[in-house]
Every structure is written in C-alpha cells, then in structure tokens.
C-alpha cells in the first residue's frame, strides 16, 4: 500500500487508518528481524545467509485501534522469536498449563500434542507447565486483587459454566464475572469468584471482598435473578437499587411456556416491558391458562424490572440488561473449550483470569462506554 493511500484512509476513518498504518510498520519490523535472523534481504544471494524464508503465518494482535491481523514470517528449520509477538501470550501460556494439566491427571484421553498445537506450540513439558503455571498464578492473583481507584456508578453480573474435575468427579461451576462503569464512563473488569454455592453469604463474601479493594459509589447493581443476590445488595450497597437483567427475565418467563404459546407469550413480554401496567395483566393470563410457574416468576420479579428508569435515559438501553457481558462470557467459553474439562478451581481461574486482564485492556484504553455527563 502507497504512504498516499495510507493518508487517505486516515482522514476518512482515522480507526482504520491507524489500523493499517500500524500493520504496515509491524509487518516492516518483523520482514527486518527475519532479514537479520537470516543473513539476507529477499532473493539476496550472500556467503552470509544462515537459512531460508518459509512464508508468512497470519497472527492476530490487539491494538488500542482494535485487532489487526500481522504477515509474520516463517524461517525454514529455524525458530523465529519477535518483538512484536510475544511468542506465548498470557492467554495461551495459561491455556497450555491447562491442557496439560488435564492431561497429566487424567482428565482427557485426548493426544495432548494434538490439543496443543493447535495453539502453535510443541513438546510442552510437565515441568514447563509447572513453571508457566506459578508465574500466571501469581498474575492472575494480583490482578484480581488489584485496588479498585475509582467511583463505580453501575456493577453488573453474570455467570458463565464450565466443567471442573472435583473428587474424581465432574461437575459444572459457576464463575460469577463482576464489572462496573466507572464515575469517566469507562468499563472495568473488577473481579472474578468460582461459586459452590449460590446463596446470599455467597454474594455478600463477593460483595465485601470488592468493597476492601476500595469498590464505592455503587448505585445500580445489574444480574438474573440469583439467589440471595438481591438481599445481599440491600445489605452491601447502602441505597442502591436491584436491576433485574430484562434478557435473563424473558428467558425464565419463557421458559415454562410450551412452544405453541412461546411466541405469542414472548411478544405480549416484549410489551409489558415497555409498560408497566401490562405486566399484572400478563401474569394474571398466563396464571389462568395454567402457566403458574411462568406467572409465578413474573410476580417474584415484577418489582425489580425497571429500577433502570431512576438514572440518565441515556443510560437506559445499556443499564437494563446484563449484555454488556456476555461477549466476555462468550469469549471464556471460546477460548476455553480447547482445554475441554479443568482438572480443578485453580486452572479455571488461571485461564479466565488472563482472558480477562486482555479483555479489561482493551476496555480502559478503548472508547467510554457511558457518557456520564447527565443532559
């Protein structure tokens, strides 16, 4: 591409301009490191070349301009290490311990080498593994128990499910992920807890743990209908409101409705939702044509589903749902499945802790999520 066009797409869409900018400058410095780890330039004909070029392989690299796809080039029978890519990420340094750890405790029956290299990597060793393992451990834990600086207006939760290995068992764990719009409009990832148990000591025991590392400000806490988790609000959060997810509510709603119904049901919803005075009058239709248990979840929530409209309309959209996490809870379940079941609570953690770290990265130095200036 021309240094012309290069301006030209900068003064149309500044965000895609950078984004090639700076893949044109990567890609230069990774074609120079290979000129220097090689001997020689491209078709060069010299006493000192050391090897041979083999293609290039696509890395993708998260920028604060969004993700950018790199040409790194490839050396014949020899490794070639660059700055620009590390050559294990976090993410895959801590996806590698897990895969073998399973693998070495019997988890899964699956050639490890298989798993592993579809990550690019080869002949990881145990005490490799070891090694990667306490070094991640040790950044997850300070990241997870980082102080939290500033003012949080809204926190939102949500859970995403994962198989872990417990008593020679598997079972399916919650991990409970909490964020928060901080008091500049910017999303923060403030922790991650593993539940055994979901009741109200379980959300308090969160809940306190986020306000000794200095969580504040709390006026809006945002979920699905957990148990316990609305009294442990009212008794964390002095003054703050409940927001049940209106997605997650939906959902339970429909759920008992056989599937003749469910569109018809889930139309009427959608409008209750919009108006209040709608909502009795649905339970109340649904109770008489036997749907008690889709009635019933109405009335336990009914309260709770537009504590959103007490803040900025501006807000609304973002505020009344739990959907601004469920890319990372896709994300986990992404990343994650390669390693299939963990062989305990400490491997998750370890994984989704550095998922995370990248995840809140892009937060803090992308875009405001919310502008906080009230209109």
Avoid at 9 to 24: A, C, F, S
Avoid at 294 to 319: G, V
């Amino acid at each position: 591409m021309k240094q012309e066009d290069l301006i030209r797409d900068y003064l149309v869409d500044q965000n895609e301009g950078m984004r090639k900018v700076i893949t044109r400058f990567l890609n230069g410095v990774m074609q120079e490191e290979a000129g220097q780890r090689i001997g020689a330039d491209h078709y060069e004909r010299t006493d000192k070349r050391k090897a041979h070029r083999n293609g290039i392989k696509k890395r993708n690299l998260i920028t604060r301009y969004g993700k950018i796809t790199l040409d790194k080039p490839q050396i014949r029978n020899v490794r070639f290490d660059t700055i620009v890519i590390p050559r294990y990420a976090r993410t895959e340094k801590a996806l590698e311990a897990a895969i073998v750890e399973s693998y070495l405790q019997g988890v899964s029956t699956r050639r490890v080498q298989d798993v592993i290299s579809q990550l690019g990597v080869e002949n990881v060793s145990a005490s490799t593994v070891s090694r990667i393992s306490k070094e991640l451990d040790q950044v997850v834990d300070e990241f997870l128990k980082r102080p939290i600086e500033l003012s949080v207006c809204y926190l939102f939760v949500d859970a995403s499910y994962f198989k872990v290995r417990s008593g020679g068992q598997y079972q399916n764990k919650a991990l409970f992920v909490a964020t928060g719009v901080r008091e500049d409009g910017f999303r923060e990832i403030l922790g991650a807890k593993i539940a055994d148990v979901e009741d109200e000591g379980f959300w308090s025991t969160f809940f306190e743990e986020l306000k000794d590392r200095g969580l504040r400000g709390v006026k809006l806490v945002i979920s699905d209908g957990h148990k316990g988790i609305q009294k442990a609000v009212q008794e964390s959060f002095l003054g703050a409101s409940w927001q049940m997810c209106n997605v997650h509510f939906e959902r339970a709603v429909l759920k008992n409705i056989p599937k003749k119904d469910k569109a018809e049901v889930a139309y009427e919803l959608r409008a209750a939702l919009e108006d209040e005075s709608k909502m009795q009058l649905l339970a109340n239709k649904l109770d008489e044509k036997g749907y008690s248990k889709s009635a019933e979840t109405i009335e336990r929530f009914r309260f709770d589903l537009w504590n959103y409209k007490a803040f900025p309309r501006q807000h609304w959209k973002r505020i009344r749902t739990t959907n601004g996490v469920e890319r990372i809870n896709k994300e986990l379940k992404r990343r994650s499945r390669v390693a299939g079941a963990f062989p305990s609570d400490q491997s998750l953690m370890r994984v989704v802790g550095c998922l995370l770290m990248d995840i809140n990265e892009e937060w803090i130095t992308g875009n405001k999520y919310l502008s906080m200036e009230v209109e």
